[in-house]
């Protein structure tokens, strides 16, 4: 079965770096989504990416944030400058026919 | 506004009890429903989606959307250890399985043997 793979699993960094997450959706899968999920709380929408640009993002998503296509298969989450609060497990999912497909997510710390 | 609330438990039930997860919505004009399951350190796994008021079955899990209330629920029949997990009900406002989700916060189930 088709999976949505997301690398790495686990990513501690320190306060003020950068961090770039990374996805592989479903090849044949042409939307594309990041959610979040803060210990605890709610999953939450950030950006969904279409055509090679953003169709929809949430108010999460301030400049702090960015993401690519960078080469037609990889999708990345690029976080200028992390905060404590960025700390969470992040969540890439690819939509075909029959609906969402999310990854296993990246678990970010930020100390 | 919040677009949707679930009661995050926990809840334990013993093997073979018959589960019933829930959560409400608010209004919005075009809706689907999902009912998603996430094992610990895993990303959700769709379980069931529906469109309509009624309901909707798939083996022993039977998902029952009741727009007239704003109500939306998972029942697992038959429970077993295996469905131990946390079950996120999600809402898309879209006539489509595109668009962004809103999901409850999850309601953790355990089912022991």
């Known amino acids: 079965e088709p999976e949505v793979t997301q690398t790495p699993s686990h990513q501690v960094t320190q306060m003020g770096q950068e961090v770039i997450l990374r996805c592989v959706p479903i090849?044949?899968?042409?939307?594309f989504y990041w959610y979040r999920q803060i210990l605890g709380q709610k999953v939450e929408f950030l950006v969904s990416?279409?055509?090679?640009?953003?169709?929809?993002k949430s108010e999460i998503f301030d400049d702090q944030f960015s993401v690519e296509r960078p080469d037609g298969s990889n999708f990345t989450l690029k976080i200028r400058s992390t905060k404590l609060e960025d700390s969470a497990m992040y969540f890439c999912?690819?939509?075909?026919?029959?609906?969402?497909?999310f990854g296993s997510g990246t678990r970010l710390t930020v100390v | 506004q919040k677009e949707v609330e679930q009661d995050p438990g926990p809840l334990s039930v013993p093997e073979g009890a018959i589960v019933s997860l829930n959560c409400t919505y608010s209004?919005?004009?075009?809706?689907?429903f999902m009912w998603y399951r996430q094992y610990s350190r895993k990303g959700p796994e769709l379980l069931m989606y529906?469109?309509?008021?009624g309901n909707k079955e798939d083996g022993r899990f039977t998902a029952q959307v009741d727009k007239s209330s704003k109500y939306i629920s998972l029942f697992i029949r038959d429970s077993q250890p295996s469905d131990s997990a946390t079950y996120l009900c999600?809402?898309?406002?879209?006539?489509?399985?595109?668009?962004?989700?809103?999901f409850g916060r999850g309601t953790q189930l355990t089912v022991w043997p």
């Open positions: 209004n919005s004009a075009f809706q689907y």
């Open positions: 090849s044949n899968h042409l939307y």
């Open positions: 529906t469109y309509s008021s």
């Open positions: 999600a809402k898309g406002n879209r006539g489509s399985t595109l668009g962004r989700l809103y």
């Open positions: 990416f279409y055509n090679n640009e953003i169709s929809e």
């Open positions: 999912a690819s939509v075909g026919l029959y609906g969402y497909t």
